[in-house]
C-alpha cells in the first residue's frame, strides 16, 4: 500500500512538471475571401471558416476579423486594424491576406494604389512584430479565371507582386495564395472548378433563387481546400506553431 501511495506521489509530480502551452491568438485579417459568412449567404464560405477547426482550442484561438469588401485601406480606416493590434499579444501570430478590393479602382473607398498598398502592408507587420507577434503576409486568392486553352491564369498580378516584395523587403514569411489557388484550380480544370466557387443553377438553393455565378467567392468545398493549403505551408514554414493542431481522437 505504501508503495502504490509512493507511485501515485511520483506519477502526480511528474504531471505538474510536464510543460504546457501558453495560449496564443491567431489574427485573421482580410477580406471577403477569408471572412466569416452569415447564414444568409450559405453555401458562400470564407477560408477563414473551416481553417479554424484545425486548431487544438486549449492552446490557439481564432480570431477572423476579416470583412466582406475591405481593403488594406478600409481595414486601418473602419478602426478593424486597431482592434486586432490593441489585442495581440507576445507568441500571437498575425495573418494578413488583401488584394481583391485594393485594386478596385471603381470603388474609390477602398482603392489603393500600388505603394499605398505597400505601406499599408508595411504597417501591419511592423506594429505587429512591435507587439512581438509573428506577421505572415499572403498574397490574394485568385478569381477563377481560364484563357482560350483553358488554362488558369493570374488575376491579381500587380498585387500579388507587391506583397512579395514586401515581404522580402521585410523578411518575413510569405504564403503565395494566388499561386496555389491557381494550381488548385489547374488541376480540377476549366468546368471542375467551378465546384469551388459559388456556382449555382436557378432553384438550386433558397438563398439565391435567380442562381449565381461567382468566379471569386467559394465554396465549402473550396473554402476548405485553399484552408489545407494554407495548413501544409504553415507546416513547412512554422512547424511549431503546427504542434497545436488538433489531435484525432482514435476510436
Not at 453555401?43 to 471558416?49: F, I, L, N, R, S
Not at 491576406?97 to 471603381?106: A, L, P, Q, R, V
Not at 480544370?189 to 461567382?214: C, M, V
Amino acid at each position: 500500500m505504501k508503495k502504490l501511495i509512493q507511485i501515485i506521489l511520483v506519477c502526480s509530480s511528474l504531471a505538474f512538471m510536464i510543460p504546457t502551452k501558453n495560449k496564443i491568438t491567431i489574427w485573421m485579417c482580410g477580406d471577403s475571401t477569408m471572412s466569416i459568412k452569415e447564414t444568409k449567404a450559405y453555401p458562400e464560405t470564407g477560408w477563414g471558416m473551416p481553417f479554424s477547426y484545425f486548431w487544438d482550442t486549449a492552446s490557439v484561438s481564432i480570431v477572423n476579423k476579416a470583412k466582406n469588401g475591405r481593403s488594406t485601406k478600409t481595414f486601418i480606416s473602419e478602426g478593424l486594424w486597431q482592434s486586432v493590434i490593441d489585442n495581440v499579444k507576445e507568441g500571437d501570430y498575425v495573418f494578413i491576406e488583401f488584394g481583391h478590393n485594393d485594386e478596385s479602382k471603381e470603388k474609390k473607398d477602398r482603392y489603393t494604389t500600388i505603394e499605398e498598398y505597400k505601406n499599408n502592408l508595411r504597417k501591419f507587420i511592423s506594429e505587429s512584430q512591435n507587439k512581438k507577434a509573428t506577421p505572415i503576409l499572403f498574397t490574394p486568392v485568385s478569381r477563377r479565371k481560364f484563357d482560350s486553352s483553358s488554362v488558369a491564369i493570374e488575376t491579381h498580378k500587380e498585387y500579388s507582386a507587391a506583397a512579395r516584395e514586401v515581404a522580402i523587403e521585410q523578411n518575413i514569411t510569405l504564403i503565395d495564395l494566388d499561386q496555389k489557388t491557381i494550381e488548385l484550380y489547374s488541376k480540377f480544370g476549366k468546368e471542375q472548378s467551378k465546384l469551388l466557387f459559388l456556382q449555382l443553377k436557378a432553384g438550386e438553393h433558397p438563398n439565391y433563387p435567380d442562381g449565381k455565378e461567382d468566379n471569386t467567392h467559394y465554396s465549402e468545398l473550396g473554402a476548405r481546400l485553399v484552408a489545407q493549403i494554407v495548413l501544409a505551408e504553415l507546416k513547412i514554414k512554422f512547424p511549431d506553431l503546427c504542434e497545436r493542431i488538433v489531435k484525432p481522437v482514435k476510436k
